[in-house]
């Protein structure tokens, strides 16, 4: 299913029951839903499982546990309690090695202050693995993917090129030095951007990039704003390895999908080389936070998380609606 069929599919989904507790459900495509307990006080549920990424049974369990805490953090959350979601062949691999899926994970977990609470399995002819994540937020602090303004700065926190790589990795085409860094991307968490964020004023937009990709989930935010951002591809991160895969044309079919999609979204007006704007579309796993700032915060942002030894990149600008996304040079102070 591709980001088109998704689209069509989500239009159909109507709310059973209107409850004015609901902060945040699906209009806007947010990261996880909202529920408010209390004047204070508000539930972030979010859900998210996929096939194996790695080989490793324990280091996938620990990224698909990163992937699933991250929509936690991209609302401003906290994730406290998770519950397990597993499909197993039990009848082709070893039950060790969904103990190790599970050990991996927990282990995330456990770092993370999570409680897993429990969870359930089936039988399956494929590996599958993710958590159901339950985290709060303050109402008035919730952040959303649909709320950027003009002038805000454009951040993300971690280099793009997942997808490719991940096949790489699956077909056996990666060097064990980008498959090395494939895997520390995918296993770093956004906790700590979140919580420097949190310690400021906040983000005025924020999301996470994952299967959508960069420009994917980035169109969430532009159309939900109803903005215009330019993205200046040169920086924009990207794994070691990537642009060298991109470059065959070593591309996942979700990150296909994603190209067809969103590029009519897309003015190019730097007439970048074909491999470098289809990694704009990867689709991406355990993806970093992409969030706004206004302009007068921005220096207090950089500051922040280079004092804390984390990574930041300034990759574009918001504009005036309508909506629309723009790959242009970005310069400071622009």
Same mark, same amino acid.
């Given at each position: 299913?591709?980001?088109?069929?998704?689209?069509?599919?989500?239009?159909?989904?109507?709310?059973?029951?209107?409850?004015?507790?609901?902060?945040?459900?699906?209009?806007?495509? =947010?990261?996880?839903?909202?529920?408010?307990?209390?004047?204070?006080?508000?539930?972030?549920?979010?859900?998210?499982?996929?096939?194996?990424?790695?080989?490793?049974?324990?280091?996938?369990?620990?990224?698909?546990?990163?992937?699933?805490?991250?929509?936690?953090?991209?609302?401003?959350?906290?994730?406290?309690?998770?519950?397990?979601?597993?499909?197993?062949?039990?009848?082709?691999?070893?039950?060790?090695?969904?103990?190790?899926?599970?050990?991996?994970?927990?282990?995330?977990?456990?770092?993370?202050?999570?409680?897993?609470?429990?969870?359930?399995?089936?039988?399956?002819?494929?590996?599958?693995?993710?958590?159901?994540?339950?985290?709060?937020?303050?109402?008035?602090?919730?952040?959303?993917?649909?709320?950027?303004?003009?002038?805000?700065?454009?951040?993300?926190?971690?280099?793009?090129?997942?997808?490719?790589? !991940?096949?790489?990795?699956?077909?056996?085409?990666?060097?064990?030095?980008?498959?090395?860094a494939t895997v520390a991307a995918l296993l770093a968490s956004n906790?700590?951007?979140?919580?420097?964020?949190?310690?400021?004023?906040?983000?005025?937009?924020?999301?996470?990039?994952?299967?959508?990709?960069?420009?994917?989930?980035?169109?969430?935010?532009?159309?939900?704003?109803?903005?215009?951002?330019?993205?200046?591809?040169?920086?924009?991160?990207?794994?070691?390895?990537?642009?060298?895969?991109?470059?065959? =044309?070593?591309?996942?079919?979700?990150?296909?999908?994603?190209?067809?999609?969103?590029?009519?979204?897309?003015?190019?007006?730097?007439?970048?080389?074909?491999?470098?704007?289809?990694?704009?579309?990867?689709? !991406?796993?355990?993806?970093?936070?992409?969030?706004?700032?206004?302009?007068?915060?921005?220096?207090?942002?950089?500051?922040?998380?280079?004092?804390?030894?984390?990574?930041?990149?300034? !990759?574009?600008?918001?504009?005036?609606?309508?909506a629309a996304m723009v790959l242009d040079h970005v310069a400071d102070?622009?």
């Open positions: 299913m591709g980001p088109a069929d998704l689209t069509a599919a989500l239009a159909h989904m109507a709310p059973a029951l209107f409850d004015a507790r609901v902060l945040v459900g699906n209009a806007t495509h =947010d990261d996880a839903g909202v529920f408010r307990l209390t004047e204070d006080l508000a539930l972030v549920q979010t859900v998210d499982f996929f096939t194996p990424v790695v080989d490793d049974p324990r280091t996938f369990g620990a990224v698909a546990a990163n992937n699933s805490l991250s929509d936690v953090y991209a609302m401003g959350g906290t994730p406290l309690t998770a519950l397990n979601l597993v499909a197993f062949p039990a009848d082709r691999l070893p039950l060790a090695a969904l103990g190790a899926m599970l050990d991996g994970g927990r282990e995330v977990l456990e770092a993370a202050g999570v409680n897993l609470l429990g969870g359930h399995s089936i039988d399956d002819p494929e590996p599958k693995m993710g958590y159901a994540v339950t985290g709060v937020v303050h109402p008035d602090h919730i952040w959303r993917n649909s709320t950027a303004a003009a002038g805000d700065r454009l951040y993300l926190t971690k280099p793009i090129g997942t997808g490719v790589l !991940v096949k790489g990795i699956k077909d056996g085409t990666a060097d064990a030095d980008w498959v090395a906790g700590p951007a979140a919580q420097v964020l949190r310690g400021l004023d906040g983000p005025s937009a924020c999301t996470d990039v994952t299967g959508f990709g960069l420009l994917g989930h980035l169109w969430e935010m532009a159309e939900g704003a109803g903005l215009s951002v330019v993205v200046d591809p040169s920086r924009v991160p990207l794994l070691p390895g990537a642009q060298l895969l991109a470059a065959r =044309d070593a591309f996942p079919g979700g990150s296909r999908n994603n190209r067809r999609f969103f590029e009519p979204h897309v003015t190019d007006r730097l007439g970048i080389d074909d491999a470098r704007l289809g990694l704009l579309y990867d689709a !991406v796993t355990a993806g970093g936070l992409l969030f706004a700032v206004p302009d007068h915060a921005g220096d207090a942002v950089e500051a922040a998380f280079g004092a804390n030894g984390l990574p930041l990149h300034r !990759v574009g600008r918001f504009g005036d609606g309508p102070g622009t």
